[in-house]
């Protein structure tokens, strides 16, 4: 077991109660049969059958493949970096501070599931569905999220910058409070009462106008 010296630091602004690095990790190969795992690095490591019932806190996936499901499992203060997870599902599984930086997530699922205080940079998760999951406080920049399905989410202080919606269908999912002007959300899919107290620019009105079925002359 070689012990790895992390000195990457999130490029973004800090924020109190989010991914911090940790200075000191044992670097892994595979996972062992103790489900708390803590302070461990995997690299370039495949994840092949599923993953339930799992904790991990103050750890580091870089450039690994998950070709399994997650379930029942438990992420505090972890980093996904350069991660393939399309494809996959984390079912009713608890995400808090954690990172997700450049990651191929397309068509990845997330139900009923919990996330926190999580950042999501760089990352391509188009055709990606959510169902009955809450999303609190985190914080979504340059996502591709396009033909995504959405289920019965809550969002809840949620900031999405350069993310691109667009023909995305959103069902049972209300919008209030949800800050749509620094995205794309062109043909995006929702239901009239679920619009209400969303936050769009001027271009992205005429949208919801349409979406409305006001007729302007």
């Known amino acids: 077991m070689k012990l790895i010296f992390s000195l990457q630091y999130i490029k973004m602004k800090k924020v109190v109660d989010r991914f911090r690095e940790v200075a000191t990790l044992f670097e892994e190969s595979s996972l062992n049969e103790d489900t708390s795992v803590s302070y461990r690095r995997y690299k370039d490591v495949t994840f092949s059958d599923n993953i339930k019932f799992y904790s991990f806190d103050n750890v580091e996936f870089i450039n690994c493949t998950f070709e399994s499901n997650l379930i029942n499992v438990v992420f505090h203060n972890v980093k996904f970096e350069r991660c393939e997870m399309s494809n996959i599902t984390l079912e009713k599984c608890g995400i808090q501070k954690c990172l997700f930086d450049s990651c191929h997530m397309v068509g990845i699922n997330f139900i009923d599931s919990n996330i926190k205080n999580t950042d999501f940079l760089n990352s391509n998760m188009m055709m990606n569905n959510m169902d009955k999951t809450n999303l609190t406080k985190d914080v979504f920049v340059n996502v591709k999220f396009t033909s995504a399905t ?68």
Request: glycine letters at 6%; zero cysteines; hydrophobic letters at 45%.
């Open 150 to 217: 959405i289920t019965e989410v809550l969002f809840d202080d949620d900031t999405f910058t350069d993310v691109d919606f667009s023909s995305t269908e959103f069902y049972g999912t209300s919008l209030a409070g949800v800050d749509f002007t620094n995205s794309n959300i062109t043909e995006i899919m929702v239901a009239p009462d679920m619009v209400r107290g969303v936050i769009v620019n001027n271009v992205q009105a005429i949208d919801f106008i349409n979406l409305l079925g006001i007729i302007i002359k």
